[in-house]
């Protein structure tokens, strides 16, 4: 396909796949998946997660798939394809806008695991360390200003210098090798924490659902946190259907990619839950549990220190895999839309979004305040707007063609067709207006 290849494209289906989870599997499955859960009561929260990824997140995986593989456009162009002369663009406006706002707090977070993969380097994790003194290591990288904002810059660098040289070369690459050889680390750590002397309370914490702890909060954040690990809500798998030819099969592809990031979600939560209950922390601890809890797990493990530097830098890379993502997002968009050159663009925006990230860095309260906002309610939004996108302007019937053309048609498309057009739409709604008070009764 002369657009396809003038553009980039993934190499192959496996090259697909390793990005589109590289995307998905990040900081959201190690980092605030466990602080998210962990606020919200363990196990509730984790079955309304599970919950929200079957019903809702998946359908909208497959929607952003197709729109992108059908447009073969980054998100404003890929709704002025399909949808000439309408307001729908928008849509993929809001979206190039949530993906630099979440960017902006995300390197931050991201730059806190460079920090500890240095300090690892050094040994700092070989020998024991008591819960005060892991927070107090926490707090000399994220509360010290120049440190963090530093580190920021260093991973916004690196995000760039692989955008910057296109799908192929950069996203494709990074993704194929490291990303099996993460999985096996998580799985050797999560035996280490759950064999740990008390740690049946934390697999309790996951596990034993109390439905009485279901409330509306408990719900709207299992919901935003799913948008969120999958990377949906804001055009990343639209913009990386794009990059995908129309002779491959795509439900596979969207499977094992959803499977894939929600393990790894659920090994984080195996990981941090055990160790953390066994050293007797608190699980609502809020988004520096687990950069608190892990170093209590990798001293009580043979060559922990070597673990400990291992682990970091693939947890860095996976987060690179994500940014990465997010990044090229807003880069395509000026690209494709505006002619920019890449090289420029990807410097320039990474600059400004370097900028919108120093409040981050400087205070803990903005950086949650931008990841509840951008993180939560801005991609369950563009969630549903994507669904009504596809359920009543583009169509269904359109949608479904679209993924067929593959070879491999969706599996219970009619059901999906129902989800895409009603129950998301719905759920999502009730849900928001729950939020904002215009259900009388419920309570936040
Ligand atoms: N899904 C990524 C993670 O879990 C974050 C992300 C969100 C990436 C939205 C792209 C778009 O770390």
């Not at 949808?83 to 979206?95: E, I």
């Not at 002397?197 to 279901?214: M, N, Q, T, W, Y």
């Not at 673990?307 to 690209?335: G, K, N």
């Not at 839309?337 to 919108?356: I, P």
Request: charge should be positive; glycine fraction near 12%; hydrophobic fraction near 60%.
């Amino acid at each position: 396909m002369a657009a396809t290849s003038k553009r980039g494209a993934f190499g192959s289906r496996l090259g697909f796949i390793l990005a589109a989870a590289g995307s998905a599997i990040g900081l959201g499955n190690i980092w605030r998946f466990p602080y998210t859960a962990g606020q919200h009561g363990g196990a509730a929260f984790i079955l309304v997660y599970l919950i929200c990824v079957v019903v809702i997140c998946l359908p909208v995986l497959f929607a952003e798939l197709a729109i992108g593989r059908a447009s073969q456009m980054s998100p404003v162009g890929a709704f002025a394809r399909l949808a000439p002369r309408s307001p729908w663009p928008l849509v993929g406006a809001l979206g190039v806008i949530t993906g630099f706002a979440i960017l902006a707090f995300y390197a931050v977070v991201a730059g806190w695991t460079l920090g500890y993969l240095g300090r690892a380097l050094v040994g700092r994790f070989a020998g024991a360390m008591t819960h005060d003194q892991s927070v107090a290591a926490f707090d000399a990288i994220s509360g010290a200003p120049v440190v963090s904002i530093a580190l920021t810059a260093l991973f916004l660098t690196l995000t760039a210098l692989v955008v910057r040289s296109g799908v192929q070369g950069g996203i494709e690459m990074a993704s194929k090798i490291l990303m099996p050889v993460f999985f096996v680390l998580l799985v050797g750590l999560a035996v280490r924490s759950m064999t740990l002397p008390g740690a049946s309370e934390g697999l309790r914490f996951l596990f034993h659902v109390d439905l009485s702890k279901i409330t509306l909060s408990v719900v709207v954040g299992a919901l935003g946190q799913a948008f969120f690990s999958l990377s949906l809500g804001m055009g990343a798998m639209i913009t990386y259907g794009s990059y995908l030819s129309h002779d491959e099969r795509l439900p596979g592809a969207a499977f094992s990619v959803a499977a894939a990031d929600t393990a790894i979600a659920l090994l984080a939560g195996l990981i941090i839950f055990p160790a953390l209950f066994a050293a007797g922390g608190d699980p609502s601890g809020g988004p520096g549990l687990v950069f608190v809890v892990l170093p209590s797990i990798f001293h009580q493990l043979p060559l922990g220190g070597v673990f400990a530097a291992a682990f970091y830098a693939l947890l860095a890379i996976a987060a690179l895999t994500s940014t990465i993502s997010l990044l090229e997002v807003v880069v395509s968009y000026f690209v494709d839309e505006k002619g920019w050159s890449r090289e420029r663009t990807t410097w320039l925006v990474t600059f400004a979004c370097f900028l919108l990230a120093v409040p981050s860095a400087l205070w803990g309260s903005f950086l949650d305040w931008q990841s509840v906002i951008f993180g939560n309610y801005a991609l369950t939004i563009g969630a549903l707007l994507i669904c009504l996108f596809v359920g009543w302007k583009w169509g269904v019937g359109s949608a479904l063609a679209e993924i067929a053309r593959g070879g491999a048609p969706l599996p219970l498309g009619r059901v999906w067709g129902l989800i895409v057009r009603f129950l998301a739409p719905l759920a999502i709604i009730v849900i928001l207006a729950g939020v904002v008070g215009l259900i009388p009764g419920v309570e936040f």
